[in-house]
């Protein structure tokens, strides 16, 4: 049986990835900064609070991160746990910076040290490269960060790069453009549209307030993308990988079309622009040709189709 570590595991890719995992019979290891606030809802969700192991880490200490390594010999890492908010990292732009990478360099030095054999998945984001002059994005596209997460997020990707090819370790990117699900936090662009547009269509609320919805963005589907998450560390050679789904969509668009969907009055939808960012990247779209090549990862899902599974399980579970 292979054992495998999720550190972040109750945001939320990390009870998708465990799910996928226990289907794959491993022994799955999660780590969490505190049981306090662990969001046990998202394990229940999905019936799988009875099969992981919960671990309280704190990755800025690495003499606690070498502890959980010895403590279960992992075969896989998947380093899923970061600030992960692009507009909260404006507000916390050193806590961000520090934590996303100091946590990955913890990792890195660790596995180097004591565990050289673990494979180590690292999640990164298409945050990186922000400002790019050429669409689609690939690996080849120079990287050009405009908050401080993507700036986190370029270091911790470089970090993994050197340290593959300095001490020759499976430590491999998954780039990942933006995915969705029901497991989403609330403070998320898609969640958020969804849970207010339900409320005002049951008059708990008279208006969804939103930042900029001038910008594109490629939306996936995130109990797909962890499928190559999987798949990335089962490849025969440690590499990086883009993951998305290869379009862009409007935001506006997407406001619309669950408005529309819930027949609820555009009327309703209110721009902020207090809510603006300080920088926005325009739009961005991903090239998803390698994964599909060398992974053999499927996705051929439209961002509506997946808009539609969204609100139903919204309807059905919110
Ligand atoms: P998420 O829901 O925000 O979960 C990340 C987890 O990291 C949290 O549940 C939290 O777990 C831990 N965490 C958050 N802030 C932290 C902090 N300041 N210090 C320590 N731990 C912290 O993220 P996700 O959507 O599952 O994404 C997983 C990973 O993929 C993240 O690294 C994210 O940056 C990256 N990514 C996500 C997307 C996306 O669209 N979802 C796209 C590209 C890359 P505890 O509090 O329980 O420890």
Redesign the pocket.
């Known amino acids: 049986m292979k054992t495998a570590i999720i550190?972040?595991?109750?945001?939320?890719?990390?009870p998708y990835l465990a799910k996928l995992l226990l289907d794959h019979e491993y022994r799955v290891v999660g780590?969490?900064?505190?049981y306090r606030?662990?969001?046990a809802h998202n394990f229940k969700y999905l019936g799988i609070e009875d099969d992981i192991i919960l671990e309280e880490?704190d990755?800025?200490d690495m003499a606690n991160v070498i502890r959980i390594i010895q403590k279960y010999n992992p075969d896989e890492i998947y380093?899923?746990?970061?600030?992960?908010?692009v507009g909260l990292s404006f507000e916390?732009p050193l806590?961000?910076f520090s934590?996303?990478t100091t946590?990955v360099h913890n990792l890195l030095e660790s596995i180097r040290l004591f565990s050289s054999h673990t494979k180590l998945y690292q999640?990164?984001?298409?945050?990186m490269y922000g400002r790019a002059h050429t669409m689609p994005i690939t690996l080849e596209t120079p990287m050009h960060p405009i908050s401080p997460?993507g700036v986190s997020?370029m270091a911790s990707y470089f970090m993994v790069t050197t340290y593959r090819e300095s001490y020759n370790l499976f430590v491999c990117n998954g780039?990942?453009?933006?995915?969705?699900s029901f497991?989403?936090?609330n403070n998320?662009f898609i969640k958020k549209v969804i849970r207010d547009a339900l409320a005002i269509k049951n008059k708990r609320l008279d208006r969804l307030i939103v930042g900029n919805l001038d910008v594109k963005r490629d939306f996936g589907y995130?109990p797909k993308?962890v499928e190559a998450m999987w798949k990335i560390l089962q490849s025969p050679f440690a590499d990086d990988f883009i993951i998305c789904s290869g379009k862009s969509v409007l935001l506006r668009d997407i406001v619309e079309y669950i408005f529309d969907k819930l027949k609820i009055d555009k009327k309703m939808i209110l721009e902020d622009p207090n809510l603006f960012r300080p920088n926005e990247i325009e739009e961005i779209y991903g090239d998803n040709a390698k994964a599909k090549k060398n992974l053999a990862w499927n996705y051929d899902y439209s961002f509506f189709d997946v808009l539609d599974l969204l609100i139903e399980e919204e309807i059905v579970n919110g």
């Open positions: 550190t972040g595991i109750s945001g939320q890719d990390g780590t969490v900064r505190s606030c662990a969001n880490l990755l800025l380093n899923l746990a970061a600030q992960s908010s916390q806590g961000t934590f996303n946590s999640a990164s984001s298409s945050e997460y997020k780039v990942l453009f933006n995915h969705e497991l989403r936090s998320f995130a993308y």
